[in-house]
């Protein structure tokens, strides 16, 4: 598949951010989308640029921290499907796809497709789900 990304690039919170096109090509039909967006970061850091920003835990679509909007929509085409187990087979050769992160005024971009809702639902996952709940309610330390 050959595919035309509009991705969202933003440095830091502080900064503005602008929409960068990319070329995702040879990408095989049975990716993951995640996989698709791992294949462009190769591709980037190969010709010396930053990768893109986006998170993901599980990607077996269960922690949430994978969300994005993909043309507009929440998680994708895909209803009822989180980002990560959204797969090429519901894209077409061709296709132009635009790729934001999650926004609002609440929840700030602090990098690419990384917004601090991600990190507040880390939080939470780990606070709840942990063994070690002492271990998990520490203090983060911030990766931007």
């Keep these: 598949m050959h595919l035309t990304l509009h991705v969202w690039r933003q440095k830091s919170a502080s900064l503005k951010g602008k929409m960068v096109r990319y070329a995702a090509d040879d990408i095989n039909p049975d990716m ?19 990768p893109i920003a986006f998170d993901h835990d599980c990607r077996e679509g269960i922690c949430g921290s994978c969300g994005m909007m993909i043309n507009g929509v929440a ?24 790729i934001e992160p ?13 917004g601090i809702a991600v990190l507040l639902i880390e939080s939470f996952s780990l606070a709840v789900l942990s063994p070690f709940p002492q271990v998990a309610l520490r203090k983060p330390t911030p990766f931007w």
């Design 32 to 50: 993951s989308f995640l996989e698709m967006l791992d294949v462009v970061n190769w591709q980037l850091i190969e010709e010396g640029e930053e």
């Design 75 to 98: 998680h994708g085409p895909r209803r009822a499907t989180a980002t990560c187990q959204l797969h090429m087979p519901h894209f077409k050769d061709g296709d132009t796809i635009y």
């Design 102 to 114: 999650w926004r609002s005024r609440a929840f700030p971009v602090l990098r690419d497709l990384i």
